[in-house]
T-cell receptor
Framework: NAGVTQTPKFRVLKTGQSMTLLCAQD?????MYWYRQDPGMGLRLIHY???????AKGEVPDGYNVSRLKKQNFLLGLESAAPSQTSVYFC???????????????????FGPGTRLTVL | AQSVTQLGSHVSVSEGALVLLRCNYSSSVPPYLFWYVQYPNQGLQLLLKYTTGATLVKGINGFEAEFKKSETSFHLTKPSAHMSDAAEYFC??????????FGTGTSLTVIP
């Protein structure tokens, strides 16, 4: 199993450009998440999804959009990039609480390797 | 609501010394607690987790953590630091809804 993969690994954008980050998981997880990591601020949740076709806002959703058209993929879009969006972006996926209650492996999150984005 | 506080953004220990990384949480529901490690330029990797049952949890690489409800703490320890332990460590709490709340991280430096 590849686990959670992210593309691209690195990207440099100019202010105002758009791009899409792709996250894919092969563990059949229902839940998927996008975080951004900034120095001294830990990980902050941007958006998340509790299943195919569903999305929800996290702590810092402004300037980002997401889509979950397929269960295994979770896309993060930046329509008009700003320097404040320079960050490292992590995707994660997890089992559902139902799996936990049913004696499953627990709702730990599995992380991708990250995408380092610079907006000039 | 849940939140996590990690005391000390930077911790330095000598090789072979005790590692103690502090984590306090707040949660309105019985928490699930996690420690993750992040090596340079990599994603986060689960070290250990507490869901239910035994309050002393053992993880990978010789780390362990103890859930203390009365102190709302979940401190991470390792008896003897190794150079390879140098990394960023994140404490996280999860409650209902499967959202995770991460601390701001503690950078561990191991001095030879």
């Amino acid at each position: 199993n590849a686990g959670v993969t992210q593309t691209p690994k690195f990207r440099v954008l100019k202010t105002g450009q758009s791009m899409t980050l792709l996250c894919a998981q092969d563990m059949n997880h229902e839940y998927m998440y996008w975080y951004r990591q900034d120095p001294g601020m830990g990980l902050r949740l941007i958006h998340y999804s509790v299943g195919e076709g569903t999305t929800a806002k996290g702590e810092v959703p402004d300037g980002y959009n997401v889509s979950r058209l397929k269960k295994q993929n979770f896309l993060l879009g930046l329509e008009s990039a700003a320097p404040s969006q320079t960050s490292v972006y992590f995707c994660a996926s997890s089992y559902t609480p139902i799996d936990l209650l049913a004696g499953g492996p627990g709702n730990e999150q599995f992380f991708g390797p990250g995408t380092r984005l610079t907006v000039l | 609501a849940q939140s996590v506080t990690q005391l000390g953004s930077h911790v330095s220990v000598s090789e072979g010394a005790l590692v103690l990384l502090r984590c306090n949480y707040s949660s309105s529901v019985p928490p699930y607690l996690f420690w993750y490690v992040q090596y340079p330029n990599q994603g986060l990797q689960l070290l250990l987790k507490y869901t239910t049952g035994a309050t002393l949890v053992k993880g990978i690489n010789g780390f362990e953590a103890e859930f203390k409800k009365s102190e709302t703490s979940f401190h991470l320890t390792k008896p003897s630091a190794h150079m390879s332990d140098a990394a960023e460590y994140f404490c996280a709490v999860s409650g209902t809804g499967n959202q995770f709340y991460f601390g701001t991280g503690t950078s561990l430096t191991v001095i030879p």
